[in-house]
């Protein structure tokens, strides 16, 4: 017999290969690909790091007309 393969993660022969999770459910996937959608756009990224980066989380029109020219 020839050595044991090592486990690509850890390198050592006696080390237990990883297992894989379990996959996201039809359902679970369908909607993290609707929430996904909704931010796939560059400037609605924009728009909300606009917001997440504003003290009280809100911004005006004015302000995000300015910052998205």
């Known amino acids: 017999m020839g050595p044991e393969p ?5 390198g050592s022969p006696s080390a ?3 297992r ?3 996959a996201l459910s039809r359902d ?3 909607s993290t690909a ?4 909704v931010v796939s ?4 990224l924009q ?13 005006r029109v004015a302000d995000l007309t300015d ?3």
């Open 47 to 59: 728009i909300l790091s606009l917001i997440g980066a504003s003290p009280d989380g809100r911004v």
């Open 28 to 30: 679970s996937a369908e």
């Open 20 to 22: 894989l999770r379990l």
């Open 6 to 10: 090592a486990d690509r993660a850890h």
């Open 41 to 44: 756009d560059p400037t609605r």
């Open 67 to 69: 910052a998205l020219r």
């Open 16 to 18: 237990p290969v990883p």
């Open 34 to 37: 609707a929430i996904l959608r």
